[in-house]
């Protein structure tokens, strides 16, 4: 919580309210949900994450099977899983969405 505060030159309180936060810009860059792309084509050989977990940048999501190499898929940044759109045995094309993060 953020306060303003009124202090007389001797430095006592003469009078202090709630401040009024406009916090809408930063809620609405919250909620927006990015999402992460496949880097190449393949099929998705394993995911590790689930809607609602935690993440931090560097985690890996999922394992991508691409020439017989797997390919560990990263959170390019910390947040939560807001959706996965792929499931073990889909066949993925490049760019296509991943997982999304909020």
């Known amino acids: ?3 303003v505060v009124e202090v ?6 003469t009078h202090y309210e ?15 949900a990015e999402p992460i792309t496949s880097p190449l084509a393949g099929n998705i050989w394993k995911v590790l994450v689930t809607p609602g977990a935690e ?5 890996v999501l999922l394992i991508l099977e691409a020439m017989k190499m797997e390919t560990q898929i990263v959170a390019d940044r910390a947040g ?14 490049v760019g296509e969405p991943l997982v999304s993060i909020q």
């Open 1 to 3: 919580k953020q306060y």
């Open 8 to 13: 007389d030159a001797g430095g006592e309180i």
């Open 18 to 32: 709630q401040a009024q936060v406009n916090n809408s810009a930063q809620t609405h860059q919250q909620a927006k």
């Open 55 to 59: 993440v931090q940048a560097g985690d």
């Open 80 to 93: 939560h899983i807001s959706t996965v759109m792929v499931k073990p045995g889909d066949a993925v094309q």
